[in-house]
């Protein structure tokens, strides 16, 4: 038996972008053992993953989480996080590292300089990176998204006419320069024909209330905060199509292989980021032409220029248009 310890503590997209890595460990290393280190919050994401043997929660303290560890007696630590944190958790296993390269420098020239020297490779060919000593091949499959059968959502208990099918519109993102405003969310919202599902957390259902109150002819049902993790996967699997922001949903949508359409604000999709393998009508939005992008490879709570552009110009009824013809494709 060979035991792993692969490390990411957050957040959910990057998350996601690591099952590659777990399920090739598995598939092509005889007798590979995996656990898998993340915090509380995103544990929901990996307990039904059938290439992951166990999953450690890391919940701040760092002395309970390294006690558990070295009881487990890992051979390898694959750390696809690379921060202070986990150089603490590589030094106090003192078991031989494989860690993926972050590209800092790269990343704060192209944001702070618009200087582009980072390669033409997805994040997810990084993380690969990190394991070809163990593999032979890579596989062709994308990510992995398992949903225990307890958290899948009865088409029944949704809103009359949505189990017929539905446009999933992930509304949220971790930060406010990768949102829409609310006002262009209606908009897309008033020109949609097929229903639409909102999703988001809890943290995002004001926004939900307000599409749903601008458009009562609509249907459109408002899900912020009403389902788990797990929950909104389901929904997004079940969607005829996902309309999101540079988020975790994105990738989510991508490990199902649904047509995407992402809508991209501070950031942009040469920091490599973007959904990996999704189903391939997808398509992505971004204002052209603007100097000031990207601003942050992560995002702020505010235009740091006062003026939004990245967001308030945002093509909405190519957006509506290309939304049309997908779902129609779909549904034929």
């Known amino acids: 038996m060979v035991r792993y310890l692969v490390i990411r503590i957050s957040s959910m997209g990057d998350i996601i972008l690591t099952t590659p890595v777990v399920r090739h460990l598995k598939q092509q290393v005889e007798g590979a053992e995996i656990h898998y280190l993340t915090k509380a919050a995103f544990v929901p994401l990996l307990v039904a993953n059938p290439y992951i043997d ?6 701040g303290n ?13 051979d390898y630590v694959i750390d696809l996080h690379n921060n202070i944190r986990t ?38 060919d990084r993380y690969m990176d990190t394991i070809r000593t163990f593999i032979s091949e890579r596989d062709p499959l994308g990510l992995d998204y398992f949903i225990p059968g307890d958290e899948i959502i009865d088409p029944a208990s949704m809103p009359e006419g949505f189990s017929e099918g539905f446009i999933a519109m992930a509304i949220g993102a971790r930060h406010q320069t990768k949102k829409l405003p609310v006002e262009s969310l209606i908009r897309i919202c008033a020109g949609l024909e097929p229903p639409v599902v909102l999703l988001g957390d809890e943290n995002d259902r004001p926004a939900g209330d307000a599409i749903t109150a601008a458009l009562p002819g609509k249907k459109i049902f408002n899900g912020c905060g009403k389902y788990s993790i797990n929950g909104s996967a389901s929904l997004v699997e079940q969607s005829a199509l996902l309309i999101t922001h540079d988020t975790g949903l994105m990738h989510m949508g991508a490990a199902f292989k649904k047509k995407i359409i992402t809508i991209w604000g501070n950031t942009t999709p040469e920091l490599g980021m973007y959904a990996y393998r999704p189903h391939p009508d997808s398509v992505h939005f971004g204002v ?36 049309g013809r997908m779902y129609r494709v779909t549904g034929e």
Request: charged letters at 30%; aromatic letters at 8%; one cysteine or more.
């Open 54 to 59: 166990r999953v450690h929660s890391f919940n």
């Open 62 to 74: 760092m002395k309970e989480c390294l006690k558990e560890l070295r009881e487990a007696g890992f």
């Open 87 to 124: 150089a603490r958790i590589k030094f106090a296993l003192k078991r031989m590292d494989f860690t993926v390269r972050k590209l800092n420098l790269k990343k704060w020239l192209y944001v702070n300089l618009k200087l582009n020297l980072l390669p033409d490779r997805h994040m997810v």
């Open 288 to 323: 052209k032409g603007l100097r000031c992008r990207p601003c942050s490879k992560l995002g702020y709570t505010r235009c740091p220029r006062r003026h939004f552009k990245c967001m308030v110009e945002q093509d909405l009824e190519g957006i509506i248009a290309a939304a």
